[in-house]
């Protein structure tokens, strides 16, 4: 009892420490919250308030001239959504699989090549080839440039996803259970997807909303690979409607006529932070679906390795 209460008495926190604790953890939530607030309220922002008084979190005058400016856009915006909502949702099925699939295999102490395989997907943590080592095996050897899997395939299996997966299921699924399945007369292939898989959600979910920000957030390597317009994904037409705008406005003497005039033909403040409302709302709309199991799956997975 005596040393119960010793070490309650070291674990104890002051109302002053907590209230520095909660007063530092709302600075963090408000730093995080204020900016997308910020994008919110100048999409819903006329374009003469934000002449007039610039970016606000209470806009001056409410107006849906932006979303209205991005619905006549539809041409184009359409059809780079529908390739983020492709790619994001084949990429991530695809990294769940193979990320578990590895993890898997260098869970297991008996494989032989155990040690050697997990030198081989670590050491790619630390170093790795380089912008043009990756961009030559991409692009030429693979000849994967302009199509939609080099907007998949890249991104699918990562060094930090597959340890993770596979400190989870050595720290997760015992090797009785394995074993009792092998006695049975089951193959890996059926231990995988029929007891490992079901007990294995948490790093899952874990794994697959990794997977799903970065597909979704990813306009590099539609930058890097495409070229066709019609293989642009959100991010990358946002990029490129940003990249052409801020060309236009920094190089309006070369078109002939006043920065002014220019201005009155390039898509409104307004309109940009429409479309990064739209390219936001969707994936936030998606995490509350893996909270549950979000937490768990790395704490589970980093109890021992």
């Known amino acids: 009892m005596r040393q119960a209460n010793s070490i309650l008495r070291f674990t104890r926190i002051s109302p002053a420490s907590n209230a520095i604790f909660n007063f530092v953890m709302i600075l963090l939530c408000l730093a995080c919250l204020v900016p997308l607030l910020l994008v919110l309220a100048v999409s819903f922002s006329s374009e003469e308030s934000i002449r007039e008084f610039g970016y606000r979190l209470i806009p001056g005058s409410f107006s849906a001239e932006g979303y209205a400016y991005l619905y006549k856009q539809r041409a184009a915006v359409l059809p780079a959504l529908g390739v983020s909502v492709f790619v994001t949702a084949a990429g991530t099925a695809l990294g769940v699989v193979l990320n578990s699939l590895m993890g898997y295999v260098l869970s297991r102490r008996e494989y032989k090549l155990q040690k050697f395989f997990v030198w081989f997907v670590f050491i790619p943590m630390i170093f790795n080839g380089g912008l043009v080592a990756s961009y030559f095996v991409t692009a030429q050897f693979l000849r994967l440039r302009n199509t939609l899997a080099v907007l998949i395939v890249p991104l699918a299996v990562s060094s930090f996803n597959v340890i993770l997966c596979k400190t989870f299921f050595r720290a ?27 007990l294995s959600l948490p790093v899952l979910a874990t794994v697959g909303l990794f997977l799903s920000f970065a597909y979704w957030n990813d306009w590099f390597t539609a930058m890097l690979y495409i070229d066709n317009p019609n293989l642009y994904s959100l991010q990358a037409y946002l990029n490129r409607l940003l990249a052409d705008i801020n060309f236009l406005a920094q190089n309006a003497a070369l078109l002939g006529m006043s920065q002014a005039e220019l201005m009155a033909q390039m898509p409104k403040e307004a309109a940009r932070m429409a479309i990064v409302v739209v390219a936001v709302t969707p994936i936030a709309c998606a995490y509350p679906f893996f909270q549950r199991y979000f937490v768990s799956g790395l704490t589970i997975g980093a109890v021992k390795g």
């Open 172 to 198: 997760a699924i015992p090797d009785s259970l394995v074993e009792s399945a092998k006695m049975d007369g089951a193959g890996q292939l059926r231990i995988f997807f029929r007891i490992v898989l079901p």
